[in-house]
Each structure stands twice: as structure tokens, then as C-alpha cells.
């Protein structure tokens, strides 16, 4: 079929398309390639998937309705995997507009473009800083998630409430994924697996926050890709249990499904540095700092209902995956 997958020179954006290819599907892959981090690499990715012939890519901003309306009417995709997005915690607190115009513009037009096409599925890219300022682990999608501590994670809340809305209106079925914290080659430069490898090579200081008072469920992005593609096969249906007088969060009457997607094994910061130092052979000198506006202290999923509906599970160990995004950034960066 043909897939649209927005946001395809971003981290997991590529590796979705690459999959998605792999297995002969049609991908149109849609991105705007801007500088909040190097586009070089951005195109780097791209490079990759421009010689399969059943690839083809568009270069756009989703908050252009004229754009994503010619998008949509062009390829006529049957299905669409919404990956793009304004990233980021820390950046929401200096640059909020970029959330608005991605996050939430940009969303509508892709709820749009999906409504007037009569597309079969979307699977679009929550984020576990829903959770906000929850403490209870595991993070559950049946757990209420209104008290977000950055714009960046509003702005995910957000596309869930907007989902719902165009799966309830239109019938447009929909499935939202809680990401957290994605590893692995290819990775983006503004997480702290990127920023430790790089400095930690290059025998700088390692800024760790809270004073390495963190932990946090990283996952290795062939887990993650492995449950977006499995969870884009399953298109969402209405629950027929659901219950107005009882509201479930994660599914409702109409067809819509929330699902976190995680390794659901936290690592503390520490811990993940030492399976950085390992890897690299190198030790890290550590500027401890208090926590940053923004910063939630711990992450930890619980994935029961994925694991329950697409048998996701994840089958990367930390130390495995620390150890090829090392052996890729040394390859990629010549080091």
C-alpha cells in the first residue's frame, strides 16, 4: 500500500520509511528539513532511502493547508504514520510559536488531509511528557494526563484531544503513540545519548542534571519501529465496552486507541552513562547541575495494552543498544 510518512528525515521518521521499504511497501516520506538540528544529517537519512524505488520525497512544511492539500491529493495514501513534529523540552521553553505552528497547525492539517481522503488509519507520535507531573509508575494510558510541565508536551496532549475529536466526528480511525526516549543509530543530536557519546569522545564535560537523580525507559529505535509498523497494520476500532459514565483514556466508543511505546525497563542516568563509558572506553567527567524547567524526574511505561493488542515487545538490552549507536556515531563521524 502506499504509506505516507511525514517527518521522514527525522530520527524515527527514517527508520520507519526504511522498514516500511523493506518490506514493499510505497512511501511517500514528507519532511522540511529545518535547522533545529544539523540538516546535514537529516539529508544524510534521506540519502538512504532515496535509492529504493518505491520511495519518493517531498519537501514541505505541514502548516501549509496548500501544501498538505496537494500532498494528500497527490499520493492518495491509504494509510499515513505522522512522525513530524517540533522535538524537544527544553527548546519549548525558548521558541513556544515553533509548537504551535508544528504541533498543532501542522496536526490539523494532516487530521485534514486524512478526513478529506478517507484514509484507512493514522498513527501519529505522542510523547511520554504527557504524564507531566504524574508520579505513579509504570505511566499508564488509562492514568489522566492533565498537568503537563512543558509546552512541548501540551502540544502532544493536544493531538490526542484533536484525534479523538476527527475519530468521533468522521470516523477516522486513529492511533496515538507515547514514545520514550529513543536511542540507537541515526539518533538526534539534541538527546542526551548524542550529547554524552560526543562529549565523552571528545573528553568534555557531561552536563547531568538533577545530579544524575534520573532514570528513564530508553528505548532502542528498532523496538520502537517494530511497534509503530505493527500498530499501523492494526487499524483502531470503537471499543464496545467504553463507558461515558467511566471514561477510559486510552480507548473510547468511537475508533481511537492510546498506547504507550517503551523498553518498560527504566535505567538510571548513571547507570546509562556507564554503559556509554563502556562502550566509547573512555570516562565521562560529570558537571552535576539541579533539575531543568520542564524535567520530569523519572519515565517508566507500562506497555500491557500494546504488548496485548500487537504483541509488541521490545528485545533490545541497553547495554546492546548503547553499543551500536556507538559503533554508528564512531563509523558516521569518522572517529
Request: proline share 7%.
Amino acid at each position: 500500500m502506499t504509506i505516507l510518512v511525514t517527518g521522514a528525515a527525522g530520527f524515527i521518521g527514517f527508520h520507519t520509511a526504511q522498514r516500511l521499504l523493506a518490506r514493499g511497501d510505497t512511501v511517500a516520506g514528507v519532511d522540511n528539513i529545518n535547522a533545529y538540528y544539523d540538516p546535514t544529517l537529516k539529508e544524510d537519512r534521506l540519502a538512504q532511502l532515496r535509492g529504493a524505488a518505491n520511495f519518493t520525497f517531498v519537501k514541505g512544511d505541514l502548516a501549509d493547508r496548500a501544501f498538505v492539500d496537494a500532498l494528500f491529493a497527490e499520493h492518495k495514501p491509504a494509510r499515513v504514520i505522522h512522525l513530524a513534529a517540533q522535538p524537544g523540552v527544553r527548546y519549548s521553553l525558548e521558541n513556544p510559536r515553533a509548537y504551535i505552528d508544528s504541533n498543532i497547525v501542522g496536526f490539523l492539517n494532516i487530521l485534514e488531509g486524512c478526513r478529506a481522503h478517507k484514509v484507512e488509519h493514522l498513527v501519529y507520535a505522542s510523547s511520554s511528557s504527557v504524564y507531566g507531573a504524574n508520579t505513579a509508575m509504570p505511566f499508564s494510558v488509562h492514568q489522566n494526563v492533565d498537568h503537563p510541565l512543558s509546552l512541548y508536551g501540551a502540544s502532544k496532549k493536544a493531538n490526542e484531544l484533536m484525534a479523538h475529536s476527527y475519530a468521533h466526528l468522521y470516523r477516522l480511525p486513529v492511533t496515538g503513540l507515547r514514545f520514550f526516549t529513543v536511542y540507537g543509530p541515526w539518533g538526534r543530536p539534541d538527546m542526551a545519548p548524542f550529547i554524552f557519546t560526543r562529549k565523552i569522545l571528545a573528553g568534555e564535560p557531561i552536563d547531568v542534571f538533577n545530579n544524575g537523580d534520573h532514570s528513564r525507559d530508553f528505548t532502542y529505535i528498532d523496538d520502537i519501529v517494530e511497534g509503530v509498523v505493527r500498530c499501523c497494520d492494526r487499524v483502531a476500532t470503537p471499543e464496545p465496552h467504553w463507558r461515558g459514565d467511566a471514561p477510559d483514556p486510552a480507548t473510547s466508543a468511537a475508533p481511537y486507541r492510546l498506547y504507550n511505546i517503551g523498553n518498560h525497563t527504566p535505567v538510571p542516568l548513571l547507570d546509562f552513562i556507564a554503559c556509554i563509558e563502556k562502550a566509547t572506553g573512555k570516562t565521562a567527567k560529570k558537571n552535576m547541575l539541579p533539575m531543568q524547567p520542564g524535567d520530569v524526574k523519572d519515565t517508566f511505561a507500562d506497555i500491557g495494552a500494546l504488548q496485548a493488542d500487537v504483541g509488541f515487545e521490545p528485545k533490545t538490552p541497553i547495554a546492546d543498544g548503547v553499543a551500536r549507536f556507538v559503533e554508528w556515531y564512531r563509523g558516521y563521524y569518522r572517529i
